[in-house]
């Protein structure tokens, strides 16, 4: 079995999943922009063959990096980046190599979050109020039949970039500044984000599932500047337990982990938000690895080559991650933070600046049994100084 890994140096811990695929005996391979001698020596010792492209945006350079890899290691029966930004490239791949997986007409389905709703309705939840809008007179019309606050976003984009909340008529006239034909427009709901994630087998079933909720939306923190924590949840809850699988098979996933976003709204309804069809962000997997005692670095790779999977564990702890920028003024030092958290301190560590808007300047990692411990550590961590 051999497999192609999109930019295997990035994130830094997704050479993990080359790794284990080598260590479980399939062949691994790798294209991406820097030549073989910048990669980290771990990242360069998980492949077998690479290929540099310089810049991965090239897509015809990318394509005969590609069929020069096959000449040289032979078939590919695979292709992922675990990244929503390659995602097209991935899908383009498979186009031209006839490969399982997401090809580029699947891709609307996936990214598009109108095409989404319809996915949500068939598997028996209903979406949160929205329009697709062609012209400001739509979203003037949205307004008038559901009031504000509305959330103004692109159709297709990644996390909250060129994302709005529209409270007010002064607001809403700043935005058609900016407006293109193809936003969404929805009802602003507040309440919690909650998500549901896994892994799906070559056969479609679900042999691994978590639950995480966050502090605050990430929209909101990168608007705004803030600090964010999120932790994967010791219990799904019944009603995601139910949904999630539901979409899963609507969407007829294989072979594949899924990330779906839903926000429970202060009485307690669940809506659904988008689906992803990739992990979570980066420090995410290692969070299910914490709170599960599991590696699902090694549970993706005997997936892909149809190795018999064992029951998992429930999961033990909550594992949480927590963020601060600098930015903002806290009431505890770095050095009083690292005192308190111990001894549920697992590891903290700067964050990656392409990530700094979301997930902060510097992060901990913490783990737990007692949710309340957990919590009460993460205010700690991001108390403000006040005046």
Known sequence: MTWLFLSPEFPPNYHLFAWN?????GVATGIGGPPLHHLPPHVAQSLHHYESV?????????????????????????VDSFNEYWLALEARIRDELNLPGPRSADLPAFQQKSMMKTYFQRAGIEPIPGTLAKDFHEIEAFVEKHGFPIIAKPDKGVGSASTYRLSNQDQLQQFRLVFRPGYLIEKFITGTIQTYDGLVDREGKIIFAASMEYSKGVAEVVNEDSDIFYYVQREIPSDLSEIGPKIVQEYGIRARFFHFEFIRSSEGRLYPLEVNMRPPGYPSIDLFNFAHDIDLYKLWAAVILGQPIDPLPPPKYYACYISRKHSIGYSHTHEEVIRRLQPKLLYEAPTNPLFRAAMGDHHYVIRTTDKDEMLELASFAQKRLTL
């Not at 695929?21 to 005996?25: A, M, N, S, V």
């Not at 310089?54 to 695979?78: E, I, N, R, S």
Request: charged content about 15%.
């Open 21 to 25: 695929l080598k260590l479980l005996g």
């Open 54 to 78: 310089g810049d991965l945006h090239h897509t015809d350079v990318v394509m005969k990096a590609v069929h020069a890899l096959v000449h040289a290691v032979g078939p590919l029966q695979g």
